[in-house]
């Protein structure tokens, strides 16, 4: 499956934006979809998932509460909504899918990868 995200951009702190990650193919239900971010000089981190039919989620206590993941699989695509967006979470985003019925957080167990969107959020 490839992965196509954007939504990516510079905000204010406060603000908000909503990420799409776009799949191909037509098997996209099958896939446990996951949001991650890297920021300047840190390492790749989880930041939600997301089940196959969309009835679980989940995330990083850093955006719970202030993100949410949701999925719309008749339109092969994974969303992030970013609520009250603070300077910490600027970082590239990226999605990944797997194909699993666990809950998948790290890096190595995602089989595909979307080439990523940048958030930058001013104080």
């Known amino acids: 499956v490839q992965l196509q995200a954007s939504g990516g951009g510079l905000m204010q702190a406060g603000g908000s934006l909503r990420l799409s990650c776009a799949a191909s193919?037509?098997?996209?239900?099958?896939?446990?979809m996951g949001w991650f971010r890297r920021a300047p000089g840190k390492e790749r981190e989880f930041v939600a998932g997301i089940s196959r039919s969309g009835s679980s989620t989940y995330y990083a206590d850093s955006v719970k509460g202030r993100f949410t993941i949701s999925r719309l699989n008749a339109k092969n695509t994974v969303y992030l909504l970013l609520n009250n967006l603070e300077p910490e979470d600027s970082a590239v985003y990226y999605c990944?899918?797997?194909?699993?019925?666990?809950?998948?957080?790290?890096?190595?167990?995602?089989?595909?990868w979307g080439q990523g969107t940048l958030v930058t959020v001013s104080s």
């Open positions: 193919g037509s098997t996209f239900d099958r896939y446990f």
């Open positions: 990944a899918a797997k194909n699993t019925t666990m809950l998948v957080t790290t890096t190595a167990e995602y089989d595909y």
